[in-house]
């Protein structure tokens, strides 16, 4: 009875480590998918990321520019990096360095009467942050997320 025992605990541990170890691989693998949703190197790739989101964007209307973060994010910069984090995002690894901003037009936003631009904050090829916004006085912010509009038409 004592050598059946032993068995059955070493097999459960055996299960124990399989399921572990395909849960590991699993999350390595979900990980790399997600990463390569950030690859930003090329114009092709960044509206791609775009695309992925559902924003489809006018790729001649790319604006570049380089950008400085300072040391602290404070004020305004810490308000926008909020808005980064709760979608997945952190410009304070970026702060005393800089990267690259791309900007385009976007061309199915749902405010059909107002210019709707992405911005994606680029460092090393990789997406690190952005939003999208109206360039009406009015107008809204919001951040890298699925657009509400394409979304719909998906159901």
Known sequence: MLLSHKHSTRGKMLSIVAAAAVLLAALIFLRRAADEHRNAE?????????AALGWELDPESEETARVDLPEELSDVLADYNALQLRCGYDLSPLCGKSCRQYSYRVLNAPQENEVVLLTLYVDRGRVVGGDIHSTALDGF??????????????Q
């Open 42 to 50: 090329t114009r092709a790739e960044r509206v791609a990321f775009a």
């Open 141 to 154: 912010m919001i951040g890298l997320q699925t657009n509400p509009a394409a979304a719909g038409n998906a």
